[in-house]
């Protein structure tokens, strides 16, 4: 297992910097973003450092003693906001952790006023499932994060965007998280990043 942690740390600062470059690509100009399930902020100071044209506030179901941004809690269901209060709602590898990814979905999308961007994975291809799985194990359950590996196929994503009324408007699959060769079996199409706009 220490093995395991050690690698996963190291892929952990380029997968950071990789995120927070997309991320800093799709959110608005001037934007005010809520990160839903943001951690201790990480990701998110990084899109501030290449983006201070936004601001940034979290929330997350497991409280930090030191964040980057500023972060409350909520109950993983609820988004603590009222309609419309959000340019932009970024969701980070957090769906797939959700007790109802779509009831979370839906949540974000009443609390955003223009997008919805996601980054999480496709249950799709030859091993997607014991992948993820592992991919999941080994980068959260030593954190204490629920773990009920609700990966979706991309026509479940279709379907679950329509009934949040959001539609797909950039879709991106190369993401680089991984350098060779652990691309060729971490990365593979298993992951997409996705700016979302509502309907």
């Not at 050690?6 to 608005?28: C, G, N, Q, W």
């Not at 500023?70 to 993983?76: K, R």
């Amino acid at each position: 297992m220490r093995v395991l942690t050690a690698l996963h740390d190291k892929v952990f600062a380029r997968r950071t910097r990789s995120l927070a470059r997309h991320l800093a690509e799709l959110i608005p100009a001037n934007a005010e973003c809520l990160d839903v399930g943001c951690g201790d902020g990480t990701i998110d100071e990084l899109v501030l450092s290449l983006r201070p044209d936004v601001t940034i506030e979290g929330i997350d179901v497991l409280a930090r003693p030191n964040t980057k941004i500023p972060v409350s809690g909520f109950d993983g269901r609820r988004i603590p906001f009222p309609a419309g209060a959000f340019d932009a709602v970024v969701l980070v590898d957090v769906l797939h952790h959700a007790e109802s990814p779509a009831s979370l979905l839906r949540e974000s999308a009443r609390v955003a006023r223009r997008f919805v961007i996601i980054k999480d994975h496709l249950l799709e291809g030859l091993l997607a499932a014991p992948t993820l799985r592992f991919m999941d194990w080994v980068g959260n359950d030593r954190h204490g994060v629920a773990l009920p590996y609700n990966y979706w196929r991309s026509d479940e994503w279709r379907k679950a965007f329509d009934e949040s009324s959001l539609s797909p408007e950039e879709w991106r699959t190369q993401i680089g998280l991984y350098p060779y060769p652990a691309s060729l079996f971490f990365e593979r199409g298993l992951h997409f990043v996705c700016r979302l706009r509502i309907r």
